[in-house]
């Protein structure tokens, strides 16, 4: 079976979708290996076509038009044809349409698409976004055999979830983490050192994008809400790590500087995901401020509880649904800088219900988010070859 997944952004690109979409295809691989299965999506560099593992190719393909992460595709149309079945991630601007058209001239090519998000944004670029899924978000769901979607609490309060007639062809297919790789390990003393951290003072901990494409990760938010922590509490009360990317990444470490938190956060970048795991043991509260429904699951929540951690996290469709509060985090008011910051002193003002809540976290990663469980990918594509 060929299998294609359209992606509009994959790693090197720093994001949630990328990272979602390369578990899900290793995944995938290591369940069914007769599968050829290969991952499209817009180039980041030089590099066309670039093997990062023996279980599937990424083809980073030229664009005949790129704007942000829209793109349409070069070379697209061969592809297709060759496909059995392509899986497209939604939301991918320009693509979509051009996957929509694919579809009537090759029906014979199934499409899978995954609903990762609704897309919102302010100005122009907003109304845009409302035109184009007015044009093609319905065309395009009704032309597939088979929607996935990440959480059903998502999907129910989704633009496509509102859609009639797509019940039937919806399935459940949630975001995993990798337990062995994530899992909670001792402070690395030296690593906090080389991070000018202080040793004894609670870090909290924000992992995302800093472009303007993750404006939605609420990273503003996170910084006022410690600046009122550090004026009630303390400068030594909590200290922060921020990890990410981005062109928008001076901006906050100015409003950070201009809040007065120049000496309690850092920010350290982009970080590999093998080193990611040590960064994340070295925090004690890992945060998800998320301003609105951009934010759909949060794999970033995945690695922070398998790394036994407890998490805030914003009460937004989808979200609140990984972690399970009270047990092993809290929900926030999404863009409510006073909630977070008297939950974030709640917490850690109380040693015992920190270590309470970070073994939840763990449990609840092993329990419902391991990706050792099997693939529920190979049966759904499956299910669809079969059909006439």
Same mark, same amino acid.
């Given at each position: 079976?060929?299998?294609?997944?359209? $992606?509009?952004?994959?790693?090197?690109?720093?994001?949630?979708?990328?990272?979602?979409?390369?578990?899900?295809?290793?995944?995938?691989?290591?369940?069914?290996?007769?599968?050829?299965?290969?991952?499209?999506?817009?180039?980041?560099?030089?590099?066309? $076509?670039?093997?990062?593992?023996?279980?599937?190719? +990424?083809?980073?393909?030229?664009?005949?038009?790129?704007?942000?992460?829209?793109?349409?595709?070069?070379?697209?149309?061969?592809?297709?044809?060759?496909?059995?079945?392509?899986?497209?991630?939604?939301?991918?601007?320009?693509?979509?349409?051009?996957?929509?058209?694919?579809?009537?001239?090759?029906?014979?090519?199934?499409?899978?698409?995954?609903?990762?998000?609704?897309?919102?944004?302010?100005?122009?670029?907003?109304?845009?976004?409302?035109?184009?899924?007015?044009?093609?978000?319905?065309?395009?769901?009704?032309? %597939?055999?088979?929607?996935?979607?990440?959480?059903?609490?998502?999907?129910?309060?989704?633009?496509?979830?509102?859609?009639?007639?797509?019940?039937?062809?919806?399935?459940?297919?949630?975001?995993?983490?990798?337990?062995?790789?994530?899992?909670?390990?001792?402070? @690395?003393?030296?690593?906090?050192?080389?991070?000018?951290?202080?040793?004894?003072? =609670?870090?909290?901990?924000?992992?995302?994008?800093?472009?303007?494409?993750?404006?939605?990760?609420?990273?503003? +938010?996170?910084?006022?809400?410690?600046?009122?922590?550090?004026?009630?509490?303390?400068?030594?009360?909590?200290?922060?790590?921020?990890?990410?990317?981005?062109?928008?990444?001076?901006?906050?470490?100015?409003?950070?500087?201009?809040?007065?938190?120049?000496?309690?956060?850092?920010?350290?970048?982009?970080?590999?995901?093998?080193?990611? =795991?040590?960064?994340?043991?070295?925090?004690?509260?890992?945060?998800? =401020?998320?301003?609105?429904?951009?934010? %759909?699951?949060?794999?970033?929540?995945?690695?922070?509880?398998?790394?036994? *951690?407890?998490?805030?996290?914003?009460?937004?469709?989808? $979200?609140?649904?990984?972690?399970?509060? =009270?047990?092993?985090?809290? *929900?926030?008011?999404?863009?409510?800088? @006073?909630?977070?910051? @008297?939950?974030?002193?709640?917490?850690?003002?109380?040693?015992?219900?920190?270590?309470?809540?970070?073994?939840?976290?763990?449990?609840?990663?092993?329990?419902?988010?391991?990706?050792? %469980?099997?693939?529920?990918?190979?049966?759904?594509?499956?299910?669809?070859?079969?059909?006439?």
């Amino acid at each position: 079976m060929k299998i294609v997944h359209l $992606v509009c952004t994959f790693p090197p690109y720093q994001g949630g979708m990328g990272n979602s979409v390369k578990e899900m295809v290793e995944r995938l691989a290591l369940a069914d290996p007769s599968a050829d299965i290969t991952i499209v999506c817009p180039d980041y560099g030089p590099q066309e $076509v670039a093997l990062l593992s023996d279980l599937y190719l +990424v083809r980073y393909s030229h664009s005949w038009l790129r704007f942000g992460n829209a793109a349409i595709i070069k070379g697209l149309e061969k592809i297709w044809q060759s496909a059995d079945i392509v899986h497209l991630h939604y939301p991918f601007y320009g693509t979509d349409a051009l996957a929509w058209h694919l579809k009537k001239k090759y029906p014979h090519t199934r499409l899978v698409i995954h609903y990762h998000m609704d897309s919102r944004a302010g100005g122009w670029k907003g109304w845009i976004f409302k035109i184009w899924q007015k044009l093609f978000l319905k065309r395009l769901l009704t032309q %597939a055999e088979a929607i996935t979607c990440a959480s059903l609490d998502y999907w129910r309060h989704s633009s496509a979830g509102r859609i009639n007639g797509l019940d039937d062809k919806l399935f459940i297919v949630p975001f995993t983490v990798d337990t062995n790789l994530f899992q909670p390990r001792p402070k @690395d003393q030296e690593l906090l050192k080389g991070y000018g951290l202080k040793s004894g003072v =609670p870090i909290i901990l924000i992992v995302g994008g800093l472009d303007r494409a993750h404006y939605f990760k609420g990273v503003p +938010v996170l910084l006022s809400a410690l600046a009122k922590v550090k004026t009630t509490a303390g400068a030594d009360y909590c200290q922060g790590i921020i990890v990410g990317e981005g062109n928008l990444r001076d901006k906050y470490y100015k409003m950070a500087q201009t809040l007065g938190l120049a000496q309690d956060i850092v920010f350290i970048g982009k970080v590999e995901q093998n080193k990611l =795991p040590a960064i994340y043991n070295l925090a004690d509260l890992f945060v998800l =401020p998320s301003i609105n429904s951009c934010e %759909a699951f949060g794999l970033v929540l995945l690695e922070a509880m398998a790394s036994g *951690l407890p998490c805030l996290a914003s009460n937004l469709p989808g $979200v609140r649904q990984v972690i399970d509060p =009270p047990h092993n985090g809290l *929900l926030i008011e999404p863009n409510n800088v @006073d909630d977070l910051a @008297d939950k974030i002193h709640q917490l850690l003002a109380d040693d015992l219900t920190l270590k309470r809540m970070a073994q939840a976290s763990r449990q609840r990663a092993i329990e419902y988010f391991s990706s050792s %469980a099997p693939s529920s990918l190979v049966k759904i594509y499956h299910k669809i070859m079969e059909q006439q």
